[in-house]
């Protein structure tokens, strides 16, 4: 399970911190240590504490803090501070390279230009030196995705949880309009709370492609991603006609309670989801009815608009679960339609699974 920092939607301060001061180099995650650390300098009495005995101790002792990383389009990166800053020249690099053609600094923020554009959906790491007013000094590693300008339309459109061993659990993504798919990331859950995911890299994909996301890999050789070829995977539920992709480390689908969404990019938009339950909205009950996890998952996908129609959706507002099983999948109408509620999905009889395919308008009918 990955729990991860959220930061304003954008993206996060997720890489290395390291902070510089003096003669010290101390390594960080983020902002709450390092002030712990200057906390226990000063508590220490250490050389390192300017000011101490001598009052004023109104002075600035705190680096810059990283608010956020938005990308502004192929050629520009905008980073927001906490407070004015300065541009260290020597230290601005990149990884994978890429030429800085260079920086502004704007009020908080700074922008930094490239004398290229940026592959799309390339993951890069910027590293950079910023100074305020008083001298403190930020070294900084900080993540971005290469800007994708055709992000496509795209839907999920049809999940497994309940997966067996010859049908392992997968998710089906329909494409609606033309587009590339570079730097659009697949969880399994939501941003605050997921137990996998899987980046696409830069590819080409036209209105009606289906890609089929496994997410329970057997770890075989031919289980490979495909760039390329549309028959050049085997495995499981492979289909030779869409597009198979293999989600690392495997994680499998909640059976019961859970959530699937897919994001433009890194600390990105939502562009869709799916949440679904076996159980019943219990109104007296602080999280719902829910799990934990599934109340994560409602309550992030509430705040993103995505489902849930302006409140935290209850597991009754959520796809039933109960009657599906390995075969008898979770999919969209075979003319999808996105309202972000339970109305647009339905349980399919035994063997109408359809990965890579469209999907079965039949709906499972329940003997009980
Ligand atoms: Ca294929
Ligand atoms: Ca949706
Ligand atoms: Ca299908």
């Known amino acids: 399970m990955v729990f991860k920092n959220g930061m304003n939607n954008s993206n996060s301060n997720s890489g290395l911190c390291k902070l510089v001061r003096g003669a010290g180099i101390w390594h960080f995650s983020g902002f709450l240590r390092s002030i712990t650390l ?15 005995g001598t009052a004023p101790f109104d002075v600035d002792l705190i680096p810059p803090i990283l608010r956020s990383v938005q990308v502004e389009d192929e050629r520009h990166v905008r980073l ?35 004398a290229e554009n940026q592959a799309v959906g390339m993951p890069y790491v910027l590293r950079m030196g910023v100074e ?37 659990d997968c998710v089906e993504l329909r494409v609606m309009s033309n587009g590339n798919l570079g730097g659009l990331i697949l969880r399994v859950g939501t941003n605050q709370r997921y ?9 080409e994909v ?62 990105g938009q939502i562009l869709d989801a799916v949440l679904y339950s076996n159980r019943t909205t219990d109104t007296d009950d602080e999280r719902l009815g829910w799990t934990a996890a599934g109340y994560d998952f409602a309550q992030d996908l509430a705040e993103a608009e995505e489902w849930g129609l302006g409140e935290i959706p209850g597991p009754s507002d959520a796809i039933a679960v109960v ?27 035994n ?18």
């Open 206 to 267: 036209m209105e009606g492609d289906y890609i089929v996301v496994h997410t329970k890999a057997e770890g075989i050789p031919e289980e490979v991603d495909e760039l390329g070829a549309l028959d050049a995977s085997g495995g499981l539920l492979a289909c030779d006609t869409a597009r198979d992709f293999w989600m690392p480390d495997s994680p499998g689908l909640p059976g019961t309670n859970g959530a699937v969404a897919l994001y433009d990019r890194e600390g």
């Open 323 to 349: 009657d599906s099983s390995a075969t008898r999948s979770l999919c969209r109408m075979s003319s999808p339609v996105d309202t972000n509620t339970k109305q647009d999905w339905h349980i399919v009889p």
């Open 38 to 52: 200057w906390g226990i300098l000063l508590g220490l009495g250490g050389g390192c504490a300017p000011g101490k």
């Open 80 to 114: 927001e501070f906490d407070e004015p800053v300065m541009v260290v020249p020597e230290e601005t690099e990149l990884a994978p390279s890429l030429d800085v053609e260079g920086t502004v600094s704007q009020e908080n923020g700074v922008v930094v230009a490239f």
């Open 132 to 168: 305020d007013a008083s001298g403190n000094i930020l070294l900084l590693l900080c993540e971005f995705t290469g800007h994708n300008p055709q992000v496509p339309e795209i839907l999920i459109n049809e999940l497994n949880p309940e997966g067996s061993g010859n049908n392992p």
């Open 351 to 368: 063997s109408r699974l359809s990965f890579g395919e469209i999907n079965s308008d039949e709906v499972y009918e329940s003997s009980n």
């Open 195 to 203: 137990d996998g995911q899987i980046r696409f890299p830069a590819l």
